[in-house]
């Protein structure tokens, strides 16, 4: 889980095969569900979903880390909007699994470390 002054993020997954589920808790209370499927044995690869929206999502294991990506998604295009993403890296609370795979028994919640922020682009007329 990761404070923050304005709320905790919260995400649960379980992997049934090559499919993977859960929700992930935001920090204004929505709660997205999360359907992925593993990919090439390694990333998980689907969409995040509430009432109000449809995110890309991606997810892989390396360490005790859980490294998720969020963007938004374009249905007109079928892609994700890049330039929207949003990466957080959730710290395991149990026994971790293997170097590129999603946990088979997750636990029911991670612990999450502050969240990759892209650095603002520089500002004409400010050095960078």
Same mark, same amino acid.
């Given at each position: 889980?990761?404070?923050?002054? @304005?709320? &905790?993020?919260?995400?649960?997954?379980?992997?049934?095969?090559?499919?993977?589920?859960?929700?992930?808790?935001?920090?204004?209370?929505?709660?997205?569900?999360?359907? &992925?499927?593993?990919?090439?044995?390694?990333?998980?690869?689907?969409?995040?979903?509430?009432?109000?929206?449809?995110?890309?999502?991606?997810?892989?294991?390396?360490?005790?880390?859980?490294?998720?990506?969020?963007?938004?998604?374009?249905?007109?295009?079928? @892609?994700?909007?890049?330039?929207?993403?949003?990466?957080? @890296?959730?710290?395991?609370?149990?026994? &971790? &699994?293997? /170097?590129?795979?999603?946990?088979?028994?997750?636990? /029911?919640?991670?612990?999450?470390?502050?969240?990759?922020?892209?650095?603002?682009?520089?500002? /004409?007329?400010?050095?960078?």
């Amino acid at each position: 889980m990761l404070n923050t002054p @304005e709320g &905790a993020f919260k995400i649960q997954l379980s992997q049934d095969g090559l499919q993977v589920r859960g929700t992930l808790s935001i920090l204004d209370g929505t709660i997205y569900q999360v359907q &992925a499927q593993v990919q090439d044995g390694e990333a998980a690869v689907g969409f995040v979903t509430s009432t109000q929206s449809k995110e890309y999502f991606e997810a892989f294991v390396e360490d005790d880390t859980l490294y998720v990506t969020l963007a938004d998604w374009n249905n007109a295009t079928g @892609e994700p909007v890049w330039e929207s993403e949003v990466e957080f @890296e959730f710290a395991r609370s149990g026994a &971790a &699994a293997a /170097p590129g795979r999603l946990p088979r028994n997750p636990t /029911p919640s991670a612990d999450v470390s502050q969240p990759y922020r892209p650095a603002p682009a520089a500002q /004409p007329g400010t050095p960078a």
